[in-house]
């Protein structure tokens, strides 16, 4: 009985199983189901232990999930030290999981995601990877291979985690006609997670921690209105003396300039940032860009 399993049974599954890996859950179905046939063909008791029936110095009889890793693991390792078509295809299968996990290295040098928790669907690199974390298990690779991400001082995979990077990725609109849930004025959790992270007080300010800041690099392609700003158009600008940005709507439109309205911030309550508060604005009653210019005796026109 245990020669059919080992070597006729088993590799039949593995042949089956070349393309898909099974969770843990899945595994512990299959040896169940192995265990009870092989006990009941061999008139075994039922409350044998389960390690005297895989164990080497026991029966011998081998376990699904052990046969997987070793299988799947020798193919990935094939795989990548082919010269040809097939080494060529798993690079880019590499270098496209790794764009897709948002990782600054090849997946197969700092992958730190256990099976339970991969959010990756039907991709084999990623799974093969997963199973391989969970067994302690690593590549050693030869430094060509690793596709180093270079740049910028916050890794966003050391920043948020890999189930935040990967939950809630459809938009409004899918939720809406693919599931029918009205997701309107809900903030979802994900967000509420990304503003405790990112906020000094998200409770009474929208300010950024000092290690988002970043310089100032404004770039300036015209000083000049573009020539499709129409009448009762909105616009914002930034005025390089005050290093302030003003919002303005165009009440005119003529030869010699344009006209723009100056609005504010209408602050509802001043002991709360106006970062925090509604989005209302209103027009503003006098500042140090007001400048009146008479159009006629009855109209007067406010520029900024």
């Given at each position: 009985?245990?020669?059919?399993?080992?070597?006729?049974?088993?590799?039949?599954?593995?042949?089956?199983?070349?393309?898909?890996?099974?969770?843990?859950?899945?595994?512990?179905?299959?040896?169940?189901?192995?265990?009870?046939?092989?006990?009941?063909?061999?008139?075994?008791?039922?409350?044998?232990?389960?390690?005297?029936?895989?164990?080497?110095?026991?029966?011998?009889?081998?376990?699904?999930?052990?046969?997987?890793?070793?299988?799947?693991?020798?193919?990935?390792?094939?795989?990548?030290?082919?010269?040809?078509?097939?080494?060529?295809?798993?690079?880019?299968?590499?270098?496209?999981?790794?764009?897709?996990?948002?990782?600054?290295?090849?997946?197969?040098?700092e992958w730190n995601i256990k099976s339970c928790d991969l959010?990756?669907?039907?991709?084999?690199?990623?799974?093969?990877?997963?199973?391989?974390?969970?067994?302690?298990?690593?590549?050693?690779?030869?430094?060509?291979?690793?596709?180093?991400?270079?740049?910028?001082?916050?890794?966003?995979?050391?920043?948020?985690?890999?189930?935040?990077?990967?939950?809630?990725?459809?938009?409004?609109?899918?939720?809406?006609?693919?599931?029918?849930?009205?997701?309107?004025?809900?903030?979802?959790?994900?967000?509420?997670?990304?503003?405790?992270?990112?906020?000094?007080?998200?409770?009474?300010?929208?300010?950024?921690?000092?290690?988002?800041?970043?310089?100032?690099?404004?770039?300036?392609?015209?000083?000049?209105?573009?020539?499709?700003?129409?009448?009762?158009?909105?616009?914002?600008?930034?005025?390089?003396?005050?290093?302030?940005?003003?919002?303005?709507r165009v009440i005119e439109t003529e030869v010699e300039g344009?006209?723009?309205?100056?609005?504010?911030?209408?602050?509802?309550?001043?002991?709360?940032?106006?970062?925090?508060?509604?989005?209302?604005?209103?027009?503003?009653?006098?500042?140090?860009?007001?400048?009146?210019?008479?159009?006629?005796?009855?109209?007067?026109?406010?520029?900024?």
């Amino acid at each position: 009985m245990k020669y059919i399993y080992n070597h006729v049974i088993i590799p039949r599954i593995e042949y089956k199983s070349q393309l898909t890996i099974w969770n843990h859950n899945q595994i512990e179905q299959l040896n169940k189901l192995c265990r009870s046939m092989f006990k009941q063909k061999t008139s075994l008791v039922a409350t044998i232990p389960n390690s005297v029936i895989h164990s080497s110095l026991g029966y011998g009889v081998k376990d699904i999930g052990t046969i997987q890793l070793q299988r799947q693991v020798t193919r990935l390792y094939n795989q990548f030290n082919t010269q040809g078509v097939l080494g060529i295809i798993t690079r880019i299968r590499n270098k496209q999981l790794q764009s897709e996990m948002i990782l600054t290295k090849s997946p197969t040098t700092e992958w730190n995601i256990k099976s339970c928790d991969l959010k990756v669907k039907y991709n084999i690199l990623a799974a093969t990877l997963a199973i391989m974390y969970d067994h302690n298990l690593t590549f050693r690779s030869s430094g060509q291979d690793e596709n180093i991400i270079r740049g910028g001082s916050l890794c966003i995979t050391d920043f948020f985690t890999h189930n935040e990077l990967f939950k809630n990725r459809m938009n409004q609109q899918d939720l809406r006609i693919t599931l029918g849930i009205n997701t309107k004025g809900r903030k979802p959790s994900w967000f509420k997670s990304i503003e405790q992270k990112c906020l000094l007080e998200k409770d009474s300010s929208r300010r950024l921690k000092s290690e988002f800041h970043m310089e100032r690099n404004y770039k300036c392609i015209s000083k000049d209105l573009v020539p499709e700003v129409k009448k009762r158009n909105w616009l914002a600008f930034y005025h390089e003396k005050n290093a302030v940005v003003y919002l303005g709507r165009v009440i005119e439109t003529e030869v010699e300039g344009t006209i723009v309205e100056h609005w504010i911030h209408d602050i509802g309550v001043d002991n709360i940032s106006p970062s925090v508060q509604l989005p209302i604005i209103k027009k503003c009653s006098g500042c140090d860009l007001k400048e009146i210019h008479t159009k006629n005796q009855s109209k007067s026109m406010r520029k900024a």
